[in-house]
């Protein structure tokens, strides 16, 4: 079993800046892709973006690409999200993913994690 716990979200205004954690305990960490995934109200949920094991790899969504940047760092068992210029569209709840996989692959769809984490709300008002 994994935990996932995502934390940093809240309100910001247009053009500000977030960074969300997500801390993984359970098992090594290192063995994990990670993801973002968000879900605004009345919408289904989207990836965001993914990062492998290594952190060699990184892959975005074409709406985030740009501003968003996702890092992880095997030793604190954390993946990291920074979102800068944020928009009013980047509001959502906000969720990471582990897929028990070594791989540097591209993974955008919920499905194919294992585990995920209970999200942190991210608000941009309009």
């Known amino acids: 079993q994994v935990q996932l716990v995502e934390s940093g979200g809240g309100l910001v205004q247009a053009g500000g800046s977030l960074r969300l954690s997500c801390a993984a305990s359970?098992?090594?960490?290192?063995?994990?892709?990670m993801g973002w995934f968000r879900q605004a109200p009345g919408k289904e949920r989207e990836y965001v973006a993914g990062i492998s094991w290594s952190g060699g790899s990184t892959y975005y969504a074409g709406s985030v690409k740009g501003r968003f940047t996702i890092s992880r760092d095997n030793a604190k068992n954390t993946v990291y999200l920074q979102m800068n210029s944020l928009k009013p569209e980047d509001t959502a709840v906000y969720y990471c993913?582990?897929?028990?996989?070594?791989?540097?692959?591209?993974?955008?769809?919920?499905?194919?994690?294992?585990?995920w984490g209970q999200g942190t709300h991210v608000t941009v008002p309009s």
């Open positions: 993913a582990a897929r028990l996989i070594h791989s540097d692959r591209y993974y955008p769809t919920g499905d194919e994690y294992d585990y």
């Open positions: 359970g098992r090594t960490f290192s063995n994990y892709v």
